[in-house]
């Protein structure tokens, strides 16, 4: 796999000739899907980070859940998350969070309303201290998290996030045998 910062698409017939479109890939999309074009989510990895400092740090929302308890059909998915949340995080105890851009990582962590400067969070130092493996992140942060699992008796779970290219992400908690 090739990260050349121009890229050409898959020719739709053998042997094309005539004017074709090349792509600027230094970051983010390679080419851009049309649905996800006309939905407006194709700004790259940095951008989207650049946007959620500027959203998220201006503004000072109420991060709080409400107060009141709502029937179960009634429970917002956004409160249900929330909930499913700060349930999980009485119980992990190492994380491993790439932050590859750091505004994005600090953005999402106010969102969730959780302290960056939290001990859980990257004991060993992150992304941006020990470098941003391209293609091998997911690897590199979930060994990291293991090993560092193993060597504390007191740890039970831990949790590793990843980004992925184009504002997706993934996480995966790992539970260590008894």
Known sequence: MSRAPWAVPKPERAF???????????????????????MGYTDSLGMTAENLAQERFLLTPDED????????????REAQDRFALRSHEKVVALIELNEAFAAQSLAVLYEWG??????????????????????????RILTTLVHEMRRRDDVRYGLATMCIGIGQGIVMVVEKPA
């Open 16 to 38: 094309p000739t005539g004017n074709t479109t090349m792509y600027d890939t230094t970051l983010g999309w390679r080419f851009v899907n049309p649905k996800m074009a006309e």
């Open 65 to 76: 859940a409400p107060d009141e308890v709502a029937f179960a059909y009634e429970v917002s």
């Open 114 to 139: 959780m302290d960056p400067e939290d001990e859980r969070f990257n004991p060993n130092g992150g992304a941006i201290a020990l470098g941003h493996s391209l293609g091998a992140s997911g690897a």
